[in-house]
């Protein structure tokens, strides 16, 4: 048997194309009209356009209560939790450069402390740092019941009116 398969003799029907399995002729075993989608591309190749954007309209007619509830909440326990940070941040920077001490010495000369506060207790950092906190806890619960109250008038206005009508774009 020769050796067409492994090496096509140029001009031959298997030079340019898939390898096929020849007969001792040299003859295809399948005729080309049984094998219609031999030897053509799967898919012509097409360059892809740009698509266009697509464009929806859409009303914002209901939000749940107590998903932004839940979402208020956590949001101003992180704007607590950056408060508080901050404060201490801000207190030791304002303690290494010694403005409390330059503050308790301006209030001792200017003789306002007769009534017996010391000023470095009232400014001392677990007091600063309690205030804040208590502050911020107080804030973060107005906050959650404020944005709820908000939520749920949003729905029965949205009743009434039909929501918020936005327009959405696929850029």
């Not at 194309?17 to 080309?32: C, E, F, H, K, M």
């Not at 892809?48 to 929806?56: E, G, N």
């Not at 859409?58 to 949001?75: E, G, H, I, M, Q």
């Not at 906050?143 to 008038?153: D, E, N, R, Y």
């Amino acid at each position: 048997m020769s050796d067409n398969l492994s090496n096509p003799m140029p001009g031959s029907a298997n030079a340019h194309g898939p390898r096929v399995a020849r007969s001792a002729t040299n003859q295809p075993l399948i005729a080309d009209h049984d094998r219609p989608n031999e030897n053509k591309p799967v898919r012509p190749v097409q360059r892809w356009k740009k698509p266009r954007a697509r464009r929806m309209n859409l009303s914002l007619t209901r939000v749940d209560a107590w998903s932004v509830a839940k979402v208020t909440f956590l949001l101003a326990l992180a704007g607590a939790l950056i408060k508080i940070v901050a404060v201490l941040v801000l207190w030791t920077i304002l303690k290494i450069a010694g403005v409390f001490d330059q503050l308790t010495t301006m209030v001792s000369s200017a003789g306002l402390d007769a009534g017996g506060i010391n000023l470095a207790n009232v400014l001392s950092l677990p007091t600063v740092l309690g205030g804040v906190t208590l502050f911020s806890i107080v804030e973060m619960v107005l906050i959650t019941i404020v944005v709820s109250i908000f939520a749920l008038l949003y729905n029965v206005v949205c009743a009434l009116v039909g929501g918020v009508h936005i327009t959405l774009g696929d850029d």
